[in-house]
């Protein structure tokens, strides 16, 4: 197997080739449709930020009302809702006066734990906070720049891994008729009437075909004698028949 190019094989051995071998000719194949192979995608590791370490309670009525606000305790907190606080909303309705309104902030707020951070680690992180940022965008710009390369290189290899395939399975087809054969013969004992019996599983050129794929010879009687080979009781009887005739 001197030639780089997997179209040039004939077509017994691609089918021959095992998975690994077939991947050989890759390189080959897309450089032949002018498309780059794939190298590994490498990712830029994204600095860890690092956690809140402040413990304050903050106050919310459910998921959307929240108060910009946190205790340094959970009883303060709870002191706080018991002085029954009131929401200010401000609608406009369309206008540009601005219609404000208080709305109780509930009997069932619930106080939940948060971690924060004091402004200077708020400062000291925002640098580490900017970089992981970058890199993460980055990093998603790499996987997109990836996949897109990885699909045009699967689309310019289809061709050759589906008729790897297809030679697969047609050699197996053939296999399978010549092995049929073998079993004929150690049934009937004789390669002719084997054959005979072939031809009623198989059709004449598929046989042909078969043995031409493997080079197993397979002795066909004349086209004009396809027919199944008669029992011995069949022929004893057709013979008495033309005696008592």
Not at 208 to 236: F, H, N, Y
Request: hydrophobic share 40%; net charge negative; proline share 4%.
């Amino acid at each position: 197997m001197n030639t780089k190019d997997y179209w040039e094989l004939p077509e017994e051995e691609r089918a021959a080739l095992t998975q690994e071998q077939v991947d050989r000719f890759a390189e080959y194949e897309l450089m032949a449709k002018g498309v780059l192979r794939t190298s590994t995608l490498e990712l830029e590791a994204v600095p860890e930020v690092p956690e809140p370490s402040l413990s304050f309670y903050r106050v919310s009525r459910d998921t959307w009302h929240k108060l910009d606000i946190a205790f340094r305790s959970s009883e303060d907190a709870m002191k706080f809702l018991a002085l029954d606080p009131v929401i200010v909303e401000t609608n406009y309705h369309g206008g540009r006066t601005p219609i404000e309104s208080a709305k109780a902030f509930g009997k069932d707020a619930t106080v939940s734990a948060q971690k924060l951070r004091s402004e200077e680690e708020s400062s000291a992180v925002l640098t580490t906070v900017k970089r992981a940022a970058e890199i993460s965008a980055s990093n998603d710009k790499r996987r997109e720049e990836h996949d897109k390369a990885v699909r045009a290189q699967e689309e310019a290899l289809v061709d050759m891994w589906t008729d790897w395939r297809r030679c697969r399975d047609r050699d197996a087809a053939m296999r399978r008729i010549v092995k049929t054969y073998d079993e004929y013969v150690a049934t009937a004992g004789d390669g002719a009437i084997a054959a005979k019996f072939l031809l009623k599983a198989f059709p004449r050129d598929q046989i042909e075909e078969a043995s031409q794929w493997t080079g197993r010879a397979i002795g066909l009687p004349d086209a004009s004698k396809d027919e199944t080979p008669k029992k011995a009781s069949a022929l004893k009887a057709e013979t008495q028949d033309d005696v008592a005739f």
